[in-house]
């Protein structure tokens, strides 16, 4: 399997504009989980979906921000407007989601650095 | 809410030495603890990780000890090497709440000097 996909890797655009990051969890996993990695926060989540349903969106930081999965092979997280505060490295990562969680691993993706200028 | 933090924040060692990382957390619910590597350039990838009703877990040269009392866990790589030089992130969870939510502590950068 080639693991979790994000695209894309690096995304730099102008505040305002609206910005789409994607995701495609590995195969046959039923969690997805966006993160965002800044040095001031760290890793925080901000949401998680369980079979393509969102589960837990109390990390997502504003309105702006808004994510969907339409189907169990895509996610997108998209930021409309996007501001420079919002520079930072978003994480997609996937785990089976079996319901017992235990001994579940999160694969995480490469990630997609963003630079709102 | 859960919080974790995590010390040091930086970390160098010379080639064979160990290297210790701990952690400590504040929500005693929480029985889950992995720890990641993130590499440069790349997403965290699990390393090992522990539950609350284990003391201690070893695989190979990497080590977790955890300390329910105090609410603290931590992370022992021996024989430290070049390509152990990576961020190494701890976190908690409580896989009692239906999701497994996890809880990030800030990182600690460590650097193998050959």
């Known amino acids: 399997d080639a693991g979790v996909i994000q695209s894309p890797r690096h995304e730099v655009t102008e505040m305002g504009q609206e910005v789409t990051l994607r995701c495609k969890p590995i195969s046959g996993h039923n969690s997805l989980f966006w993160y965002r990695q800044t040095m001031m926060r760290g890793l925080e989540l901000l949401i998680y979906f369980n079979n393509n349903v969102p589960i837990d969106d109390s990390g997502m930081p504003e309105d702006r921000f808004s994510a969907k999965m339409p189907n169990a092979s895509f996610s997108t997280l998209k930021i409309q407007p996007s501001e420079p505060r919002d520079s930072a490295v978003y994480f997609c990562a996937s785990s089976l989601g079996r319901g017992t969680l235990r001994g579940e691993t999160q694969y995480f993706g490469p990630g997609t650095r963003l630079l709102v200028l | 809410g859960e919080n974790v933090e995590q010390h040091p924040s930086t970390l160098s060692v010379q080639e064979g030495d160990s290297a210790v990382i701990k952690c400590t957390y504040s929500d005693s619910a929480s029985n889950y603890f992995p720890w990641y590597k993130q590499e440069l350039g790349k997403g965290p990838q699990l390393i090992i990780d522990i539950r609350s009703n284990v003391g201690e877990k070893k695989d190979q040269r990497i080590a977790v000890t955890l300390n329910k009392t105090a609410k603290h866990f931590s992370l022992h790589i021996t024989e430290t090497q070049p390509e152990d030089s990576a961020v190494y992130f701890c976190?908690?969870?409580?896989?009692?709440?239906?999701?497994?939510?996890?809880?990030f502590g800030t990182g600690t950068r460590l650097l193998v000097s050959p």
């Open positions: 976190a908690a969870s409580n896989e009692n709440t239906g999701f497994q939510k996890l809880v």
